[in-house]
Nanobody, 117 residues
Framework: QVQLVESGGDLVQPGGSLRLSCVAS????????MSWYRQAPGKEREFIAS????????NYADSVKGRFTISRENAKNTVYLQMSSLKPEDTAVYYC??????????WGLGTQVTVSS
């Protein structure tokens, strides 16, 4: 059974930091690229960041470039999103996604991040 479980979401003040984790099971984690998306209330889900299978290449949305860092530990079947200099507009449910060009993608259920004073 495929599972992606996000954690680490919290209420944080503007300018603060959080690290999100996504633990995968039920598939060969190292064979999938991993990405993070977010969805704010009333808005469409948007791409945030991605990382290739071995972690050699990353990509970021302009809105988070320089503030967020995606990384992965294949030995732990885990992908991370380090978020810093958080802004109220970063408030959203954050989802991880496993993707492969030759296989179906998998999504987690999300973790809530709220940035507010």
């Amino acid at each position: 059974q495929v599972q992606l479980v996000e954690s680490g979401g919290d209420l944080v003040q503007p300018g603060g930091s959080l690290r999100l984790s996504c633990v995968a099971s039920g598939f060969t984690f190292s064979s999938y690229g991993m990405s993070w998306y977010r969805q704010a209330p009333g808005k469409e889900r948007e791409f945030i960041a991605s990382i290739t299978t071995a972690g050699s290449s990353t990509n970021y949305a302009d809105s988070v470039k320089g503030r967020f860092t995606i990384s992965r530990e294949n030995a732990k079947n885990t992908v991370y999103l380090q978020m810093s200099s958080l802004k109220p507009e970063d408030t959203a449910v954050y989802y991880c996604k496993a993707y492969s060009y030759s296989r179906p993608s998998y999504w987690g259920l999300g973790t809530q991040v709220t940035v507010s004073s």
